[in-house]
């Protein structure tokens, strides 16, 4: 028998006691490719409140629900247009959360009491695992939010859930170490209730990605620099369309501060002696800065991101400039994050 075999038997075994820690109604941070998410049974109300509770979050917010494979999209959501099966087949499993009416599966602790529930597949052999082996056992979804305290960077390795959540985690709670992850930043949140898809957080997703998939132009013209206008508020410019109904729907990574390391964000200006810097490889570091993180290309952006901003208080810096990578894509999402890592120590000063 070949290791990998020993390897792939043991892992078979720690899921199914990693999907009897979720039965037992107790918590399980698992790696996705997107970010570490922290689970719990998503129709157990204490468990859900637990998740609040470890994360310091307002209880109104919901949670996106995990599931297996596109197939149990249907226990959580009712009306689901063509279109979403459309990106569903395209996407899942994947860095996509779709927003759908939901069914009276997901209750009021999980859409926090609004009348849709995110659904998302992700893309990761550990996550599908455990995910499967808690639907063998009667599990209906997984609710899972970042693995972070609410406001902070999200946690992109298992060292980084305990980092944020150990002190705050019980013993009968568990924590799945499945290695870094691959993309790095939250999946593209797209709301799928109206007529037509309508992305609510950019992610690896993108719009041009979603387009092509569903066969619909995402509609609507944007304005240019208005930030408010009759509760439609901004969040990215691109050649279509991105923004949120901010008051009619909560996404509390759309709150304007989010993402936040404790060190100061400071976005696109040249870094001084002491400060610390992420940028891509070609932009040199000048004398005196402490170079955190030097990507070659977006996607590695995307990836270090998070962990660099973790550095750069591990380091005990004070302030970090980013010089935010150009275009469109994944860069959109890196830059929507920055924006709100930016606002996030300017309303904590
Ligand atoms: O990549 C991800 O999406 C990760 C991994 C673990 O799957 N999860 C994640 O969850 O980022 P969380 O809770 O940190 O961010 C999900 C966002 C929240 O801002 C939440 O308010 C929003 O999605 N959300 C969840 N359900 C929603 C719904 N029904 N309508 C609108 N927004 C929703
Ligand atoms: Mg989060």
New binding site residues.
């Given amino acids: 028998m070949s290791q990998s075999q020993f390897l792939f038997n043991s892992t078979g075994d720690a899921m199914r006691d990693a999907a009897a820690t979720l039965e037992a109604g107790n918590l399980v941070a698992f790696p996705?490719e997107?970010?570490?998410?922290l689970g719990a049974d998503a129709c157990n109300a204490d468990a859900v409140a637990r998740i609040y509770s470890v994360k310091g979050r307002p209880s109104d917010?919901?949670?996106?629900v995990?599931v297996s494979s596109m197939q149990r999209m249907g226990d959580w959501a009712e009306e689901i247009p063509e279109y979403a099966i459309k990106l569903a087949r395209d996407f899942w499993p994947g860095?996509m959360?779709l927003?759908l009416k939901r069914s009276s599966l997901a209750q009021d602790f999980i859409?926090g009491g609004?009348e849709?529930?995110?659904v998302?597949v992700?893309d990761h052999v550990v996550a599908l695992a455990l995910l499967e082996a808690f639907e063998n056992i009667g599990g209906k979804g997984v609710a899972?939010?970042?693995a972070n305290r609410f406001g902070q960077v999200?946690p992109t390795s298992a060292a980084a859930v305990t980092e944020e959540l150990g002190e705050f985690l019980d013993s009968k709670d568990q924590i799945i170490d499945g290695g870094a992850c691959a993309v790095g930043v939250?999946?593209s949140?797209i709301d799928c209730t109206g007529d037509t898809p309508r992305i609510?957080?950019p992610g690896a997703i993108t719009a041009a990605m979603i387009e092509t998939s569903a066969g619909i132009q995402l509609g609507g013209i944007l304005p240019h620099s208005a930030e408010d206008l009759n509760g439609i508020t901004v969040i990215e410019q691109s050649e279509t369309m991105v923004y949120e109904l901010q008051e009619a729907?909560?996404?509390?990574?759309?709150l304007e501060s989010h993402y936040a390391p404790a060190a100061r964000v400071l976005l696109d200006q040249d870094p001084i002696a002491g400060q610390g810097f992420i940028a891509l490889a070609d932009l040199p570091t000048p004398v005196g800065v402490f170079r955190i993180a030097s990507p070659v290309d977006v996607e590695e952006f995307a990836r270090v991101l998070y962990a660099a901003l973790r550095q750069a208080d591990a380091d005990g810096l004070i302030e970090v400039v980013v010089a935010q990578p150009a275009g469109e894509g994944i860069a959109i999402a890196i830059r929507d994050r920055l924006t709100k890592a930016q606002n996030g120590r300017k309303t904590q000063k």
């Fill in positions: 996705t997107t970010v570490y998410g917010h919901p949670l996106i995990h860095p959360t927003v859409s609004q849709t529930v995110g998302r992700p899972a939010p970042s999200s939250e999946s949140i609510l957080r729907i909560r996404v509390s990574g759309s």
